[in-house]
Structure formats: structure tokens, C-alpha cells
């Protein structure tokens, strides 16, 4: 699949908003802060700045849409389990990002997890992969920032994360080396109708 289509068309706070219900493919985009999320998205669109980036974790505070290929939608959500905020927005913010995914109205195509390579998998990443399986939903596992991994250390990480989480296929990947984003796009092509 090639994007030649990008663009910016809303920022979602509500998860009852009506753009998440117009039956329009989703690709969500979901991970803990400062994970790569917007870089990611970035790269698979050969933008550079279609996603805003920041240094500072926790900066993606609603559900962003950006139309693609005038088909579907790419869908990045507020990060997890990190962002230096009070309690009451880390509430809110779970309250959003649990609402859209397990929303049985809403019509994920896919569901790309990612995680950092470097950390592996976390406690709040296992918790959002457990309760994807559990509600049966389809979805991606991406390991981002692999080209921060010594290549000598590289494949004992990825068994570590794979032992974590279970049987499920994990894609290494790297924005700046652009690793693994012809096999994502591949796996996104294959999930939406024809």
C-alpha cells in the first residue's frame, strides 16, 4: 500500500463524538507516552510533521483523526501510563482511550499497539494487550526504536517481549532507519476492504 493522502480532520475529546461512528475504517494507533506514536504515523505517511511531536511525554490529550487516501482514517490516541499530570486527567484520559477501543460500535479495522523496543513491554502494555485478546479485537503488535538496540542484543530483547506477552507476532521497527514500515503498511493494507 502506498499513502499518497494525508490530512488532519479533528480532534476528538468524547468518545460518543460521531466521527468515530460513520462506519469509515480506523487504523488506531495506541501505546504508552513518548513511545514514538506520532512519529510512527508520520513515517508511514512520509510526512514529517502531519502528527505533532513533542519531548515532553503526555502532550496528545484527545483522539486525533487524519483522513488517508480519502478511504480511512489513521487514529492516534493519547498515550498511557506515563504522562506527568494530575490523577483526575490520567482518569480522564484512560476514560477515553478505554471508551474508543472497547466501544462495540466503534469500527476498529486494526489496533497497532506499540511499545518500546528498549523498555519492552510494560505493565500497562500488557494490561491494554490482555484486554484486547480478551475482547477479541484485532490488532498489532510494533516494537519501535529497535535501532536503539545494540544489533549483538537486539534479538535476546525481542524474545524477552515476546515471552511477556505471549504468542503473538511482533514487528520490530524504526522510524529513523525506516525498519519494518513496508511490512506494517502491508499488514494495514490487508485489513481494510477492497
Do not use: W
Not at 506520532?38 to 511531536?53: Q, Y
Request: hydrophobic share 35%; aromatic share 8%; with cysteine.
Amino acid at each position: 500500500m502506498k499513502i499518497n493522502n494525508a490530512e488532519f480532520v479533528k480532534g476528538v475529546v468524547d468518545y460518543q463524538d460521531p466521527i468515530l461512528h460513520d462506519r469509515v475504517g480506523q487504523i488506531a494507533f495506541i501505546g504508552r507516552s513518548n513511545v514514538g506514536k506520532s512519529s510512527l504515523i508520520n513515517n508511514l505517511t512520509n510526512r514529517k510533521s502531519l502528527v505533532r511531536t513533542s519531548g515532553q511525554p503526555g502532550k496528545t490529550r484527545e483522539i486525533n483523526f487524519y483522513k488517508i487516501n480519502n478511504k480511512f482514517y489513521f487514529v492516534d490516541l493519547p498515550g498511557y501510563g506515563y504522562a506527568k499530570t494530575d490523577k483526575e486527567t490520567k482518569e480522564n484520559l484512560q476514560n477515553i482511550i478505554f471508551g474508543y477501543l472497547f466501544d462495540e460500535d466503534i469500527d476498529h479495522t486494526l489496533i497497532v499497539v506499540i511499545i518500546d523496543a528498549n523498555v519492552g513491554a510494560t505493565s500497562f502494555d500488557i494490561d491494554v494487550i490482555d484486554n484486547l485478546r480478551l475482547h477479541e479485537k484485532n490488532f498489532v503488535i510494533v516494537a519501535n526504536k529497535i535501532d536503539k538496540i545494540n544489533k549483538t542484543k537486539r534479538a535476546g530483547q525481542m524474545h524477552t517481549i515476546r515471552e511477556n506477552i505471549g504468542d503473538l507476532r511482533v514487528l520490530e521497527y524504526s522510524t529513523t532507519k525506516n525498519i519494518g514500515k513496508e511490512n506494517l503498511l502491508a499488514i494495514i493494507d490487508e485489513c481494510l476492504p477492497a
